[in-house]
């Protein structure tokens, strides 16, 4: 049993007076030395509301300081934090709740009442702002007269659970993996060593907290090494924009509906990424006009490849490979094994099959789900449901989901491929191809795709731009034009609400 270490203690002792947070909307600045001591307070007012080791703290908060304070506290205590998902509804939260019933859950005034809907499954409720009910406790009279102090030593492991972060759950009630003192702890020295972070790093962070991309991409490695980030409420263009020109910003990552948004922007034309050394796409496949803008610009724009189970981060592209394999996520990082299994057999280069991952990244499984877990990770290995293949070089490239793998004719439609083709055309906006039922085929392509604001193209003209850049079975055989995509609590566009409701 290797025991866990207190990281803010660390941080705060190896470098006391580097920045560590940036609050976008202020400005303020906070050094690592008074991160430290506002843990220790939260750490101490979390002891004194009654919670101990492996108790589970559930919050439901957009990206704010106290969250990450949160975060921290629950490492010096052993408090387990489970990320609730802003975006769900009450029905889902309180499905989430009634499964994995935490000791105690905090609250972010903008959600209160959706807080107050779940307080019958809690049995002590938190308001980081003023409280919606008068027997929910406000968080800032026990913060502000705990001690600043260290609280006292708690004996945990790299195999005790820190934070309990729920996948997607586009087929189901999300599931909440375990992610570890080890997992987190492998994840930064995975990312720190082969993506190449420095103490001088500086990374918006926009992502939700309550997902592994907000915690795990680029804020936990960098308290690892030193660095800082910008805390941002929320993903917002104009404030992306703003931070790039006020800020050192380094480091940018984003899922691809984001990027998208900021090169549909006004301000895209003139925005300088020169000071950014890493811009990277992850949670989805990303599609090529956004690669091609980034080039244009000169900006070594890649895609990386991550999810809950694992890390995120798993692969690296050199930036001398950008340009001249976009879309490739690259080779396995420093302490990471991945296969590429078809048949039951590893893949020769250049075949679809699953991606397997094996690490110390690797969570133990999931929270209360043993037959999941037990199909899921299999000899230590993670099978992750994506489809993916490598080059003669020994890079790889993510295809897309299993379950959104297109059989038409016998012939296999990788929808991330045609969504990519059409987010080509000037006049789309987002697109998503789903499979639906047809008498001859077995299944069949529908585009669903949002057009640019004005825009009068017609169905026709959109499948006859795919033909002249597709094969024929690739084609979808119908389109339909909505406002907008849903999307998942991630950001990534809901296949499983599309096919819902346009999959008959």
């Given amino acids: 049993m290797i025991p866990a270490v207190d990281w803010l203690a660390k941080r705060a002792r190896l470098s006391p007076n580097r920045v560590a947070l940036i609050e976008a909307s202020t400005g303020r600045r906070i050094v690592y030395a008074e991160w430290n001591r506002r843990a220790n307070q939260a750490a101490h007012a979390l002891q004194a509301l009654g919670l101990r080791k492996g108790e589970l703290l559930a919050v439901l908060s957009t990206n704010r300081l106290e969250y990450l304070d949160l975060l921290f506290a629950c490492q010096k205590t052993g408090v387990i934090l489970q990320a609730l998902n802003t975006r769900l509804t009450v029905p889902e939260l309180q499905a989430l709740l009634r499964e994995i019933p935490p000791r105690a859950l905090v609250y972010s005034g ?282 003669e070089e020994g890079d790889f490239y993510i295809v897309g989901r299993i379950k959104d793998l297109i059989i038409s004719g016998g012939e296999n439609i990788y929808p991330a491929e045609v969504e990519s083709v059409m987010l080509g055309h000037p006049d789309v906006v987002e697109a998503a191809l789903i499979g639906v039922p047809d008498p001859e085929w077995g299944e069949v392509g529908r585009a669903i795709v949002v057009r640019r604001p004005g825009s009068t193209m017609t169905e026709a003209e959109l499948l006859a731009y795919l033909r002249g850049r597709l094969a024929s079975y690739k084609v979808p055989k119908s389109v339909v034009f909505v406002e907008e995509l849903p999307k998942t609590g991630a950001g990534k566009v809901d296949k499983t609400a599309l096919k819902r409701r346009f999959g008959g």
């Fill in 110 to 391: 903008d959600l209160g009442e959706k807080a107050a809907a779940l307080e019958e499954a809690v049995p002590l409720m938190i308001a980081l702002d003023e409280p919606v009910r008068g027997t929910h406790r406000r968080w800032e009279e026990w913060v502000s007269r705990a001690s600043d102090r260290p609280p006292a030593p708690i004996l945990l492991t790299l195999e005790d659970p820190w934070v309990l972060c729920y996948t997607g759950g586009t087929t189901g009630l999300p599931k909440a993996a375990i992610l570890t003192y080890g997992t987190i702890t492998w994840n930064a020295v995975n990312t720190v060593m082969s993506w190449g972070l420095r103490p001088d790093d500086v990374a918006i962070l926009n992502a939700p907290l309550f997902h592994t991309g907000g915690l795990n991409v680029f804020t936990t490695p960098l308290v690892h090494i030193g660095g800082a980030s910008i805390l941002c409420a929320a993903f917002d263009p104009d404030q992306v924009f703003d931070l790039l020109e006020r800020e050192p910003v380094t480091l940018l990552f984003g899922v691809p509906t984001m990027f998208i948004r900021l090169q549909q922007h006004p301000r895209w034309g003139r925005a300088d990424f020169s000071r950014c050394r890493i811009v990277i796409s992850g949670g989805a496949p990303c599609p090529m006009p956004i690669f091609e803008r980034f080039f244009e610009k000169g900006v070594p724009f890649k895609t990386g490849y991550g999810l809950t189970e694992a890390g995120p981060n798993n692969f690296w592209l050199p930036d001398e490979k950008t340009q001249r394999k976009p879309g490739s996520v690259g080779s396995p990082l420093f302490h990471i094994e991945v296969r590429v299994v078809r048949d039951g057999h590893d893949a020769e280069p250049g075949e679809v099959g699953e991606l397997w991952i094996r690490g110390p990244h690797v969570i133990p499984g999931y929270w209360n789900r043993p037959e999941e877990t037990a199909q899921t990770i299999v000899e230590g290995w993670l099978r992750t449901g994506d489809l993916a293949m490598s080059d």
